[in-house]
């Protein structure tokens, strides 16, 4: 699982449509790179959950066929097939189907390995409380959570969690995202804060997401005091 760090909030909309195959030719060649495959391969956060997952529920893989798709450096089939798969194959859009193990093609697969997902629409509400005094409201920060539960029927033995949120110590090469406010807002100890975000694809630019944010703020006693709606374009 790759994935590029998270850009600064806002961004230009583009005015004509970019073909999704080319868009997606132009994204995942970035993937040949060896430099971006070590900076994935130097995240810590990212390789400890990874590796977690895969020797903690080594259930999952005793004997089956396992195949890593949307592969980079191979590590997720190269760990498949240590923590006991059959077989193991590895496939992207930039090389043929690799098998470890064996020079057969793999016919069967017991166990699929994604590394790519089709995100159309993403909708949250949060809700918190001021607890400062005089405080500036400039913007919002966010960040994604990956919890490997297994499947509802054959679950994890271990559930791992990779997040990618801020820390001193391991940050990820996702990075975080943030939405700057242009008009900060005064908010004092005690405030509502209801925040509203629906993120769908852009119909212009598949690799970009749209982001609607919804804010609205109220006093302690409950009369409204602010309000705002704002479009983000983030990659």
Same mark, same amino acid.
């Given at each position: 699982m790759g994935g590029r760090a998270a850009g600064t909030g806002g961004g230009v909309k583009s005015s004509a449509p970019?073909?999704?195959e080319v868009d997606y030719a132009n994204y995942f060649c970035t993937y040949s790179f060896l430099y971006h495959q070590k900076d994935m391969l130097?995240?810590?956060?990212?390789? &400890?959950?990874?590796?977690?997952?895969?020797?903690?529920?080594?259930h999952h893989f005793a004997g089956k066929t396992v195949l890593d798709v949307g592969t980079g450096s191979g590590?997720?089939?190269?760990? *498949?097939?240590?923590? !006991?798969?059959?077989? @193991? !194959?590895m496939w992207n859009d930039l090389n043929p189907l690799q098998v470890i193990g064996t020079p057969t093609i793999v016919k069967e697969m017991d166990c699929?390995?994604?590394?790519?997902?089709?995100?159309?629409?993403?909708?949250?509400?949060?809700? *918190?409380?001021?607890? !400062?005094?005089?405080?500036?409201?400039c913007g919002f920060g966010g960040w994604f959570d990956v919890h490997?539960?297994?499947? =509802?029927?054959?679950?994890?033995?271990?559930?791992?969690?990779? @997040?990618?949120?801020?820390?001193?110590?391991?940050?990820t090469h996702w990075g975080q995202q943030v939405f700057i406010m242009a008009d900060p807002i005064n908010v004092g100890e005690g &405030?509502?804060? /209801? $925040? !509203? $975000?629906?993120?769908?694809?852009?119909?212009? /630019?598949?690799?970009?997401?749209?982001?609607e944010l919804e804010c609205e703020?109220?006093?302690? *006693?409950? /009369?409204?005091?602010? *309000?705002?709606? =704002? @479009?983000?374009?983030i990659e």
């Open positions: 970019v073909d999704k130097s995240d810590r956060v990212r390789m &400890d959950a990874y590796f977690n997952a895969v020797f903690e529920n080594k590590i997720l089939a190269i760990w *498949s097939a240590q923590a !006991g798969a059959r077989k @193991t !194959g699929l390995t994604a590394t790519v997902s089709e995100i159309e629409e993403v909708r949250c509400n949060v809700t *918190s409380v001021i607890n !400062g005094q005089n405080t500036r409201l490997f539960r297994g499947r =509802k029927e054959d679950p994890a033995q271990q559930e791992i969690e990779l @997040t990618t949120a801020p820390s001193e110590q391991h940050c &405030d509502h804060l /209801n $925040l !509203g $975000l629906v993120m769908s694809r852009s119909k212009e /630019n598949h690799r970009l997401m749209e982001v703020i109220k006093e302690a *006693s409950g /009369n409204p005091k602010e *309000s705002f709606e =704002k @479009t983000y374009f």
